[in-house]
């Protein structure tokens, strides 16, 4: 089973970009769909943003046109390009492999704030 660890979190004013980062400890290249959740204070975790196969995607509403998704199967890495950061977007972010399967594979998070 591969592990996933997150990186590029971190403090950022309205208005401004990260790129976070999920390596994966092995080839993600069999797993179908990846993902990034988040999960602010107080709330329950919440999809963010699916990759299925090499280039399908989804994303919630509030981050549409604003975040991308992506995967380098080469790297074993997927990645959430933020621009455009809202207040409302701070939150820990978790990357998953098979998000929807039974027993889903979980990073151990990596903060992003917001600051307005």
């Given amino acids: 089973q591969v592990q996933l660890v997150e990186s590029g979190g971190g403090l950022v004013q309205a208005g401004g970009s990260l790129r976070l980062s999920c390596a ?18 107080g709330k329950q975790r919440e999809s963010v943003a699916i990759i299925i196969g090499a280039d399908s995607t989804n994303y919630a509403d509030s981050v549409k046109g604003r975040f991308a998704i992506s995967r380098d199967n080469a790297k074993n890495t997927i990645y959430l390009q933020m621009n455009s950061l809202k207040p409302e977007d701070t939150a820990v972010y978790y990357c998953c492999a098979d998000p929807y399967r039974t027993s889903p594979i ?11």
Wanted: proline share 3%; aromatic share 14%.
């Fill in 24 to 41: 994966a400890s092995g080839s993600i290249f069999n797993i179908a769909v990846m993902a990034w959740y988040r999960q602010a204070p």
């Fill in 106 to 116: 979980w990073g151990q998070g990596t903060q992003v704030t917001v600051s307005s």
